[in-house]
């Protein structure tokens, strides 16, 4: 089986499976001083990061190229189906939203700090998302 995380060349993260039959995970992934834990198939993909939620796609998906600073986070992602993507960021802060070069709007995170939107991924192959501090 091959990793379900791993740290690309440029420090980014790789991570998830969308097409996986059952649930698989992987825990305690180690990079820049945190600890990682995946866990992915069809149905989800998650990502904590040291107990806390980084990324979650339903239904699940493959995510290359993740960075993220303290204005916001940007990936690729892959996936079968239009997906609803969740990522952890500042509580009620404003961040806009770009996906595939296009901008969605200015979405507002709830007090938990999670922010949610939609991504048509069906049949569009690898496509850029930006969450940038508004």
């Not at 420090?11 to 820049?32: C, I, M, N, R, W």
């Not at 709007?105 to 850029?128: C, P, Q, R, Y």
Request: aromatic share 6%.
């Amino acid at each position: 089986m091959a990793d379900l995380i791993k740290k690309e060349a440029d420090g980014s993260l790789t991570f998830g499976d969308y097409t996986l039959a059952e649930k698989t995970k992987q825990d305690d992934f180690k990079s820049d001083g945190s600890s990682y834990k995946v866990k992915t198939y069809n149905e989800i993909t998650r990502l904590e990061r040291d107990g806390v939620l980084v990324y979650e796609s339903v239904p699940g998906t493959n995510v290359t190229s993740l960075k993220g600073n303290d204005d916001g986070l940007s990936f690729k992602i892959q996936g079968s189906k239009d997906a609803q993507i969740t990522v952890g960021v500042e509580p009620q802060t404003s961040y806009g939203v770009k996906v595939a070069g296009e901008n969605i709007g200015v979405i507002t995170s709830n007090l938990g700090g999670k922010l949610s939107f939609s991504v048509e991924l069906e049949d569009a192959g690898e496509m850029a998302v930006e969450v940038v501090r508004a």
